[in-house]
């Protein structure tokens, strides 16, 4: 399956103000792209690309006062396959994990695992480790909090999401995040493409979307305890501790974002072209 | 000078766990280190030591169900100068850091940057950018907040220590940092040796020290809330966000600490051998 | 000035659940009524009318299940002038106090006095006490809280509007009498009628509004740090130590709010009848 | 059983001070009382009696610079029997409850009844209503929050309870209470005397102590989510809606306590002297 991925953004940039962009796809699926993936800005301007330490492809600016417009239009081949489960995946003991993935145990800004881990045992710390643990605190946060746009804040946590049972696709996956660490499975939020592929009906515009993944049996694998079930299209783009880490665009300074839209299609006849 | 560098700690450990360690000086101090600086174990058990994204040398263990012991002493040559210093360092923009600078101006477990912000431009929006800015945070927080060793509490964060006005050198620390990434300053929270050298009185038993290092002039620069003076003696062991990724040893399950003993005494006449 | 008041709720009511409503005029406005103030419910169900120890007049009753209407029409006699003020009014030191007015001095749900106490005194310690000191107060919370309908979330406290800077009328109102109170000066959180008399343009759909009242120089004065600045046509409905006193309507269980109006008109020609 | 009761209280302080006092025995215990119960002040000054809102007999006075002393000696018959229980008391609905009963389901300041209700359904939202729920909710606050005196502060609330699980006797009562007033259990926060009678081991110096009430079957009842047994020789000094209500002393500026001594022993030959 081939989908066609894009973005079109603008800012009003009362004075010129650096900006840290994660808008390209993640290391992992370059080799899925079929048409150059890159970052367009209006105007031009100088953009420096660094890999931050989580490896996410960075862009950084220094936009001038006046409109500022970061848009791109790529291709990329997909499976065309639901997100990938194994049940039988297990946990790996602290001791035997990689390394690098030490840090997705860890507390951060909008995961604080020390609040909230005697509320994870007491939930869930009878359930089968490994796969159905996951599964466990997916359905969990699916059923207990309630999703809607207007419940969203910047400063939202994990335990925010616990107490107020209210948030946005960040929200649930912070607090999903947050119950896997307090258990020891190493768990990172990440942000992508999610299109409605496959979806009956699919009620709201089209944005970027978060979901996490959990680290069983030696590899990462995709949950999402907003949707809570297999979904068709993802492409990651970043991956960090929480949202602090991967928010699409970082302003040091002020910006008041005009317009956001973002493209994610299966694409039925389109002839590709090789990138 | 020659400083004699060491530690006795010692866990009740129920069952078998994991431990990651964060015992060694950081690598900046390597050279300076004359005798080896091992971390050594009781009962011997398999070490793997990694470099973690911050550059801190880490080890790793399973720790045995029974008593554990981590213990070193090590000798290091130190400049005997007081912390340095220099008044005309300067911001460098945003668009000016280097790229693994980036990641120190991000909100963290206990800096709540995007809570503190508006505070931290109505204190010090008009103090002179530069050293003379990150100096104002030091001298309002180490003015504003009271030290105790019963203030401590490891779920404290910057805004409660903005509210609550006590804490220990962590929360001191924890809240200038917040303060110089709430403006553009980036700002590491570091952990390290700290002994009495040039003290007059040193009131409590040793332990290991927290100060911060703010990015100044293209360099890292020592800042001590706390103590909000300069020092001598200090030896870096490892650096982070804030204290969540710099613990001195972190436990994936049940662990006492039952000792803790922490050296940090000049050496005056005591022949060095060659790490 | 005769101003009509009234109001329609309805909600849908899923199981039988208690509700007290806080939805007549204060003790202190009823001589001004020209018609009675009843809280008229469909269906016709007992109501129970008590005043509570804030001296409001409550209504409760039993909700069946199904739709539930609470409305009301009522017409009030108004000076036409705005909001009283007096520059002169002095503090009274908390020993003068009248007893039954030190419990506005206290931290309750919304308003953490004991988290916001050096904060105050560090802003408005150096402004002249009494009135000009909650004037002062007013203007900050005025000059540095935004003001959104999307910002409303019912948990948000003095503390969360301090840091988010984001709010509705309840939440600046809710900062202004916690730094009040940390300063030692007794404020009340208050509700009632709030129409666009003499304001020019009126952007909002009518609401209850909230304000607050300080004690001043032996009486209760009207402030309001959302609009900051004399309003006419307030009409009193209900006094408490915060929001969670004075909720229009609490409900003990399930409801789902479907519609809400609320009138607040001046009557020029209208011909009044005598309560 | 008669009770020899008393506290013997000093503080510094620097500058003359209003100072409210709730240190005598409640109005519930006054027919107990075989002395008279009389607040004494060093040096002399007025004292204004009067009872609050919730019925508490307080005492405010101005304390002039230099050393305050607050002390007092009284006797009181005890039943000599350990709490009441009944634990066929029944839940009423809240629309049987007394109106004045109604302000003991709302939240406080270190009561969060909004952001406990979810977890409180979760947890005892199944055991049987009445008497049995309110055990639930004390065996689990005892059982999973650990007691230690160095974990007292001052800013704690039923949420930090909740996720810290460590706290003095005011905390677990906190916790409790808030888990009450989410399951529509009216329960307030009290202090009083509680001696070591009938304890075979009194590890700690006397201490003011809290617990709370519930209100079933009609009437308050007591509970203690600290001890979690019926006690003997409890007399009630101050009730309110959590310890922002109930604080022994409430300094309106700077005092310093240099002594805390409190007596609560049974009296085994004195004679009694008629109050």
């Given at each position: 399956m081939l989908i066609r991925l894009g973005y079109d953004i603008k800012f009003e940039v009362p004075n010129s103000v650096p900006i840290v962009a994660l808008l390209n796809v993640y290391q992992?699926?370059?080799q899925d792209l079929r048409e150059p993936d890159i970052l367009r800005v209006e105007p031009e301007v100088k953009i420096d690309t660094y890999l931050d330490s989580f490896g996410n492809q960075c862009a950084r600016l220094l936009a001038p006062a006046?409109?500022?417009r970061l848009y791109n239009s790529t291709l990329i081949e997909d499976s065309g396959e639901p997100?990938?489960?194994d049940p039988s995946a297990a946990e790996l003991p602290v001791e035997k994990l990689p390394t690098d993935v030490l840090q997705y145990l860890l507390a951060s800004r909008y995961c604080e695992v020390d609040?909230?881990?005697n509320t994870a045992v007491e939930l869930f710390g009878n359930t089968s480790p490994g796969w159905g643990r996951v599964k466990a605190i997916c359905d969990w946060v699916y059923s207990k909090v309630v999703f809607g746009y207007n419940y969203a804040r910047s400063t939202?946590?994990?335990l925010d999401v616990y107490t107020e049972r209210m948030g946005v696709c960040r929200d649930f996956q912070h607090l999903a995040v947050t119950f896997c660490r307090c258990l020891n499975i190493p768990a990172r939020y990440v942000t992508g493409y999610l299109g409605d592929i496959g979806v009956p009906i699919a009620p709201y515009p089209m944005d970027f979307s978060a979901w996490f993944e959990a680290y069983l049996g030696g590899r990462w694998w995709t949950f999402d305890a907003r949707h809570n079930k297999p979904r068709i299209g993802r492409v990651l783009m970043a991956v960090g501790r929480d949202a602090a880490d991967v928010a699409i665009?970082?302003?040091f300074g002020i910006t008041k974002l005009t317009q956001f839209t973002v493209v994610t299609d299966e694409v039925k006849q389109e002839a590709t072209t090789t990138a």
């Open positions: 992992s699926r370059t006046g409109e500022l997100d990938a489960a609040l909230l881990s939202k946590t994990a665009t970082t302003s």
